[in-house]
């Protein structure tokens, strides 16, 4: 490898996308991951024989390329699996995506009466401009509806009241989903409108998504890259708007790495403090007003078998801490030991300045079997264990003003003539695994000469986890 070459920051699915294209290209390159596993959030956390997904990575695209690379990784360790998952609210459990019939019999007539009059308000008397997650839901829902299946579980996920969010946010994850159009299937009426639905199944590594990534590292090392894991980048150099060198650090010290290009997926916000000559005050400023979502999962492990269907389990009744459960060995019967023994991964939402994100493991395994015994999912008398996962900066917060913050940090940056921002903390942007890998792909293509812009992944911000409908006859 010669002394001067690109260099990858993050093994996540952007950069491992980014340093195999060009390995394949026969570029050699290097890739740069802090941790000692490769994938990010997307790596799987082991723990005496038990996996552990970190926020549930189901494998979905309509991108062949990206399927292909998928398939090609794998092979017949790439499983099919059913997707299962439900709202739990006052004891009871209702379908996701909410279906009118079972949403009204499980909350009763004098409920259901209000959301029907809520919703019909919500039509004449709609909330605009739609600014906020609050604008855009109530709109589409009803306010009783809104404050029953979605306010409580938004809080928890983000921290902040849903006034707070902006409409970008919803308008990507409950993208086609309305009750209007419900209630008119429901009652079989024609809809001229496509009716959005959820896949019925979805691939997965019989061994979590850490194995997708690390098998893709072992390819990239077979055509001619490097990795070098537990390195972190704490100081990106430049001069003549070029990225010229990387600071890294280690446990036993620091090293100073040239580079002819630089990709980027730490966050966006890191990246741009860390650049050195410094940005001016305004940049820096846009950096500080972005924020990043922790989460932390809580795993519990059991002498029995799973308890239920689901693959994850979204928790909206407020008296629970916990805002999602994951039912790992429905995810792949690999991701717990053999035998009646099974896992749940309780995740906490949180940032990193929060009393929870600083609790001692024991405490937070406290928490979630208290959690665990409000829902009564499992016996306590049949768990073994428990293990802690943290994972800073997991998710982009859409805030009120993001895009202009962003738009500040783009413009500063687009002077790089060699530095690419790729991925979900390198763009800023609420991509799927399949989008973050995109960029990193389109990103090494750009190095290579093609017109094309990694930005361009998702810019329409649509959440790709729905299947296509025919229209209701």
């Known amino acids: 490898m010669s002394s001067l070459y690109p260099v ?30 490769m994938g990010g959030l997307c790596k799987t956390v082991t ?47 209702f379908n996701y995506p909410l279906k009118v019939a079972n949403a009204l019999a499980g909350l009763g007539a004098a409920e259901s009466l209000k959301i029907v009059i809520s919703y019909l308000k919500s039509q004449v008397f709609p909330t605009k401009p739609e600014i906020s997650f609050d604008d855009w839901v109530s709109n589409r829902f009803g306010r009783v509806l809104f404050n029953i299946f979605f306010k409580t579980y938004t809080e928890k996920v983000w921290g902040v009241p849903c006034t707070v969010l902006s409409a970008d946010w919803a308008a990507q994850r409950i993208r086609n989903l309305s009750l209007g159009r419900a209630l008119i299937n429901a009652v079989g009426l024609k809809n001229s409108s496509k009716v959005a639905s959820l896949i019925d199944n979805f691939h997965y590594p019989r061994l979590g998504p850490g194995q997708m990534y690390e098998a893709m590292a072992s390819r990239l090392h077979s055509n001619g890259g490097e990795v070098r894991k537990g390195l972190e980048v704490v100081e990106v150099r430049h001069a003549h708007h070029q990225v010229t060198a990387l600071l890294t650090r280690n446990g036993g010290g620091g090293e100073l790495l040239n580079c002819s290009h630089c990709f980027s997926s730490m966050p966006i916000t890191d990246l741009v403090q860390r650049m050195s ?19 932390i999962t809580v795993n519990l492990l059991f002498k029995r078998s799973v308890a239920l269907p689901d693959n994850w389990i979204y928790l909206h009744s407020p008296e629970v801490t916990a805002g999602r459960l994951q039912l790992y060995k429905n995810w792949s019967p690999a991701m717990a030991p053999a035998g009646d023994h099974s896992s749940v991964g309780f995740e906490y939402f949180c940032f990193e300045e929060d009393e929870l994100w600083n609790l001692p ?36 917060m859409y805030e009120d003003a993001y895009e202009k913050h962003l738009a500040v940090i783009r413009g500063w940056l687009s002077q790089f003539s060699n530095l690419y921002c790729i991925g979900r903390y390198g ?3 609420y991509n799927n695994m399949d989008h973050s890998m995109m960029t990193g792909i389109l990103a090494a293509r750009r190095m290579l000469g093609e017109d094309i812009d990694p930005w361009s ?13 025919k229209a209701i006859p």
């Open 427 to 429: 763009q800023f942007r």
């Open 47 to 93: 723990y005496k024989g038990f996996r552990c997904d970190i926020g549930g990575h189901r494998f979905f695209t309509k991108n062949r390329e990206i399927q292909t690379i998928w398939e090609k990784t794998l092979g017949d360790q790439f499983l099919v699996r059913p997707r299962v998952s439900r709202i739990y609210y006052r004891g009871k459990f």
């Open 361 to 396: 493991d024991a405490e937070l395994i406290g928490k979630a079997r208290q959690d665990l015994s409000h829902l009564g999912f499992y016996n306590q008398e049949d768990w073994l264990d428990g293990f802690v996962v943290r994972y800073a900066k997991a998710y982009p």
């Open 457 to 469: 992944v998702n810019s329409e911000g649509e959440y790709l986890e729905e299947k296509a409908e």
């Open 8 to 37: 990858i920051i993050g093994g996540g699915p952007a950069g491992i996308s980014a340093a195999t294209t060009l390995a394949e290209r026969k570029i050699p390159c290097l890739l740069l991951e802090k941790d000692k596993q």
């Open 277 to 295: 000559p410094s940005p001016p005050d305004e940049v820096l400023n846009a950096a500080r007003a972005l924020r990043y979502r922790s989460i």
